[in-house]
């Protein structure tokens, strides 16, 4: 039996407009594109020799537009009596649309429809075939996206490639011998949860008495006494019970954002609420984000150990907890991605098995940026952070290594040394690291003018010379145009999406963006404010298309400085033969540069038994 | 429920007053929101040029955390 809504269908443009018909063209393509027989009238005609033209056609729509918007109430009201008239009602549907239109106005002059500013043609088109507020609305067969998939993680760079291959080994080996409070949790956490699957009440019961004793701070206190954490509430009933009400069990759909949907733009989230988070996550995904990251408050990371149970926080960052993550995984479609961080802190291995266990599809490690950039301690992060790396690796997750400490001054190319060292560390110990680079005006940029003429050139640099070093994925971040923000909402979401764009053209995995609210401090990021910059992301993407963005002669030239300078860093860490004592000597980025080694974890790391 | 009780999280008001100078544009921002009857209320961006301030005002209806409006029993928002 034929559908039908598929059936082809005659249909009578017609713009009662002066000049202005190029709405009408586009959607006559669209409509012919499906199938529909179309005649396009010239602009400029009457009335009356529309109507005229419409009797001899005998259509089954008549779509007029109008873009100018003198006398249009007037001339419309007019056009639907004479069709009234003529009896092309009880045959035709009578559309209107166009820049001067609104739906409520198109209806109160006795059109059936009204497109305004905005409709696309496909929309018209879906309405002549009975589809419409199907496909806008719909859900697309989205795949999640591998980030890692085809990279051999070989160096191009063979004399860079030696001296990162011999210092990661050097890490790992001296990790080797080495544990942390930190570590034991993350043990701990993995026989708890398996306890608890497997029913056995008592030994759960007696591992979180262990777990409790490696604690510290708030988080001993909550163990102990039950004493809240300060700025922290359990979430009540209710608000667990929204989630149940926000999607009865099924994710909510991806829609179709084109042209987002062939690129994998991430956004960050942690409002601190759960609740808030699941619907700024729906927001984004509905809006063409292709994944989300959980932020979590930076006390946190100062804290040893991670209490359980569902939180809700006052301020920014979402608590992390086992509970929380699975709460808000609920809400994160299947196909789209979701990355929880464990860069830094006290509690970097049990936060990547708290990703494995809620399902999370990526973490972060960087254990120069966490040392120098984040307060942890370089030697607890450093073996804290190549547990990381092996989890992942036994996990299965890929992860990020940020190089954000160029936030705090520290240079590319002392930044650079670093990443890839713990990368190339990540890939020794068989996981899947994707390099970060930060896509933004960073100190260094600034001081040295890199940035004066032009962002794309030093930024276009940092992707060419990690192309030219190693067979990796890169992921810009984090998010892209961090300090090119300012409060103005338009300046900032501009500066968002171009450096998406730029990350994208120039061949990047994915990007992380913020939002227009990004350099805003004065309260939590809004969901207009996540829309706004969704939107102007895909504005920027339409608008270079496959087009390719040309740096200048000078990105070449920073690219081989930035080079020379990592393999100077590589060269002095490796000369130095010991990587932590690098990391506190200030070989990864010194004081001068405003890197400072962390302190929160120090003497905390003993002999492995 | 009212409108601005399902406002999800936050209310944005852009306007260009005319005043004398920046702090008078940002003084009428954050009158424009009492009058509005917004009570948490900040000033996002304010720039003066030429005969005023294009101004950005917000009204937080929901902080991460609070009891929100858009979940109270009568009138809750279900299956969005």
């Known amino acids: 039996m034929t559908d039908e809504r598929f059936a082809e ?12 018909d190029v709405g009408a063209k586009l959607i006559a393509r669209a409509l012919r594109e499906r199938g529909h027989e179309v005649t396009l009238l010239q602009p400029d005609l009457s009335p009356e020799e529309v109507v005229s033209r419409a009797r001899q056609v005998d259509p089954d729509f008549i779509m007029v537009s109008r873009t100018i918007s003198y006398g249009t109430p007037e001339l419309l009201a007019r056009f639907a009596d004479m069709c009234d008239a003529a009896g092309l009602r009880s045959s035709a549907k009578l559309v209107v649309g166009g820049m001067s239109i609104r739906k409520e106005t198109a209806q109160e002059l006795g059109f059936d429809a009204g497109f305004g500013p905005d409709t696309t043609p496909e929309e018209v088109a879906d309405y002549v075939s009975g589809t419409f507020g199907l496909s806008t609305l719909a859900s697309y067969e989205a795949v999640k996206p591998d980030l890692t998939r085809g990279y051999t993680y070989d160096f191009k760079d063979t004399e860079i490639g030696k001296l990162c291959l011999d210092i990661a080994r050097g890490l790992i080996d001296w990790s080797a011998e080495r544990t942390s409070p930190g ?3 993350a043990r701990l956490r993995r026989e708890i949860e398996e306890a608890r699957l497997g029913g056995q009440v008592a030994l759960a019961s007696e ?3 262990r777990y409790s004793s490696l604690t510290g701070g708030d988080v001993r206190k909550w163990y102990e006494t039950g004493e809240s954490i300060p700025h922290t509430r359990p979430l009540s009933p209710e608000e667990a019970a929204a989630f149940d009400a926000m999607d009865d069990g099924v994710p ?5 954002q084109k042209p987002l949907d062939s690129v994998n733009v991430i956004m960050q989230y942690g409002t601190g609420c759960p609740v808030m988070d699941a619907y700024h996550i729906r927001l984004s995904l509905a809006w063409g984000a292709k994944g989300a990251v959980h932020f979590d408050p930076s006390w946190g990371a100062r804290t040893e150990g991670l209490a359980e149970g569902t939180f809700s926080h006052q301020h920014d960052g979402t608590v992390l907890t086992l509970e929380n993550l699975r709460l808000i995984k609920r809400t994160v479609h299947p196909a789209a991605l979701w990355q929880v961080r464990a860069h830094r802190g006290l509690n970097t291995p049990e936060t990547v098995v708290l990703a494995h266990l809620a399902g999370a599809d990526l973490t972060k490690v960087n254990i120069v940026y966490g040392s120098l950039g984040a307060g942890t301690d370089p030697t607890r992060l450093a073996v804290d952070g190549v547990e990381c790396l092996r989890l992942a690796a036994e996990f299965g997750l890929p992860y990020d290594v940020v190089t954000n400490e160029e936030l705090c001054g520290v240079p590319a190319r002392k930044a650079f040394a670093g990443m890839l060292v713990v990368a190339t560390a990540g890939a020794l110990l068989g996981g899947r690291p994707i390099l970060q680079p930060l896509f933004a005006d960073s100190p260094e940029a600034m001081v040295s003018g890199f940035t004066e003429d032009n962002l794309v050139d030093f930024n276009a640099a940092k992707v060419l010379v990690l192309n030219g070093i190693i067979d990796a994925p890169i992921w810009p971040g984090a998010p892209v145009g961090f300090m090119t923000q300012t409060q103005d909402r338009c300046q900032s979401a501009t500066m968002t999406a171009l450096h998406a764009a730029l990350g994208l053209r120039l061949g990047a995995e994915a990007v992380t963006i913020a939002s227009s609210d990004e350099a805003y401090a004065g309260g939590p990021i809004s969901a207009q404010a996540r829309v706004d910059t969704l939107k102007s992301v895909a504005a920027s993407l339409r608008f270079f298309g496959s087009s390719r963005i040309a740096p200048t002669a000078r990105a ?12 100077e860093t590589l060269t002095r860490v490796h000369e130095r033969g010991d990587f932590v004592a690098s990391l506190y000597e200030g070989l990864f980025g010194d004081r001068e540069d405003g890197a400072y080694p962390g302190r929160a974890g120090r003497d905390t790391v003993t002999a492995r038994r | 429920m009212r409108a601005k009780e399902r ?11 005319l005043c004398d100078d920046i702090e008078e544009g940002k003084r009428l921002g954050m009158a424009l929101m009492g009058e509005l009857g917004f009570s ?6 304010c720039e003066m040029a030429g005969p005023g301030a294009r101004v950005r005002v917000r009204g937080y209806v929901n902080r ?11 009138g809750a928002v279900h299956d969005r």
């Open chain 1, 9 to 20: 269908k005659k249909v009578l443009l017609a713009p009662l407009d002066p000049v202005h």
């Open chain 1, 183 to 185: 570590i034991e949790r």
């Open chain 1, 207 to 209: 591992l979180r008495g």
């Open chain 1, 252 to 256: 909510a759909p991806l829609l179709s």
């Open chain 1, 556 to 567: 070449e030239e920073m690219a081989a400085d930035l080079r020379k300078g990592i393999l």
């Open chain 2, 7 to 17: 406002i999800l999280d936050a209310c944005d008001i852009e306007a260009f007053f």
């Open chain 2, 40 to 45: 948490d209320v900040d000033v996002v961006f």
């Open chain 2, 64 to 74: 991460p955390g609070s009891a929100y409006t858009w979940q109270r029993e009568e």
